[in-house]
């Protein structure tokens, strides 16, 4: 099985360290590049900087747990989306935008691909992890809008993650498709 993780980033970056053992082929999808400010909330360590986020993902996998993974340091749009999704079993969207969010689910939804979305609120008090039948992208208040830099939102980040991981591997496992919220009181199962 082949999972695509679109966004490794704060969720996306933590989310995939969680997956290194499920025993499937990983494909991450990131333009972005690592920068000094992303280390205080993502799954990067300094000689990381400078790389792009996609390949340095790729290579701590395999430097800290031997786990194999496929970087695809590209941005995903619309004239590249199904060339990514080639061969995968299901999607998995980690970015921070609805644009992108929307292209990865159309995407989807023209191969039939099952698609899995992680979001964190930019305030950090609560989160989601939601099929994409029953997901609608929210847009950013600001174009731009940072919700991860800083760090304080990494206990947040750190359950959205483990609550991401979990649906992906009850997937990987029976095909089952289950919705979490995520909030300071804690995680609920809800599809």
Not at 142 to 168: D, F, K, N, W, Y
């Amino acid at each position: 099985m082949r999972v695509v993780v679109c966004g490794v980033g704060a969720l996306g970056s933590t989310t995939v360290a969680l997956c290194r053992s499920l025993g499937v082929e990983l494909r991450l999808v990131d333009f972005d590049r690592v920068e000094s400010k992303n280390l205080a909330a993502q799954w990067f360590v300094k000689p990381s900087v400078g790389k792009n986020k996609a390949e340095a993902a790729r290579l701590q996998l395999a430097n800290f747990w031997g786990t194999r993974a496929e970087a695809a340091p590209v941005r995903l749009v619309a004239n590249n989306a199904a060339q990514l999704l080639d061969g995968c079993d299901l999607a998995v969207d980690c970015f921070d935008n609805a644009d992108s969010r929307n292209v990865l689910s159309e995407a989807a939804r023209a191969r039939q691909l099952p698609l899995v979305h992680a979001a964190l609120a930019a305030d950090g008090t609560f989160g989601l992890v939601r099929w994409d039948e029953r997901f609608v992208a929210d847009r950013e208040d600001v174009a731009g809008q940072a919700t991860c830099e800083g760090g304080e939102h990494l206990p947040m980040i750190g359950l959205i993650s483990a609550a991401l991981a979990r649906a992906i591997q009850d997937f990987v496992k029976d095909g089952a498709r289950h919705d979490y919220m995520v909030s300071l009181s804690g995680v609920a199962r809800t599809g």
